[in-house]
């Protein structure tokens, strides 16, 4: 029983900086891991970033390695995501979502939060 809420999407130019930011309501997010998918429209959801709790280790799809950053504050249990040199086609909405260590399933989704990136 996870409960996710996604923020800091928002319009932006292409060659902005966004940072999101995802809220996890849970006494400890210990043993868990943390990851940020997106969904453009008529495309499938694709994995974007994940971060283990514990160690902090990442993990990058290969479209925003370089760009994007993932990390985590455990004091408040919130996950973020720092965008960088944004281009239009990483306009899409982008999900938090959780899963145990044991699980290769992510078992918790926030609502999305979107982000638009012109030209």
């Known amino acids: 029983q996870v409960h996710l809420v996604e923020s800091g999407g928002g319009l932006v130019q292409a060659g902005d900086s966004l940072r999101l930011s995802c809220a996890a309501s849970?006494?400890?997010?210990?043993?868990?891991?943390m990851a940020w998918f997106r969904q453009a429209p008529g495309k499938e959801r694709e994995f974007v970033a994940s971060i283990g709790w514990n160690v902090g280790s990442t993990n990058y799809a290969d479209s925003v390695k370089g760009r994007f950053f993932i990390s985590r504050d455990n004091a408040k249990n919130t996950v973020y995501l720092q965008m960088n040199s944004l281009k239009p086609e990483d306009t899409a909405i982008y999900y938090c979502?959780?899963?145990?260590?044991?699980?290769?399933?992510?078992?918790?989704w926030g609502q999305g939060t979107q982000v638009t990136v012109s030209s």
């Open positions: 979502a959780s899963r145990t260590t044991q699980s290769s399933v992510y078992d918790y």
């Open positions: 849970v006494r400890t997010l210990s043993g868990y891991r």
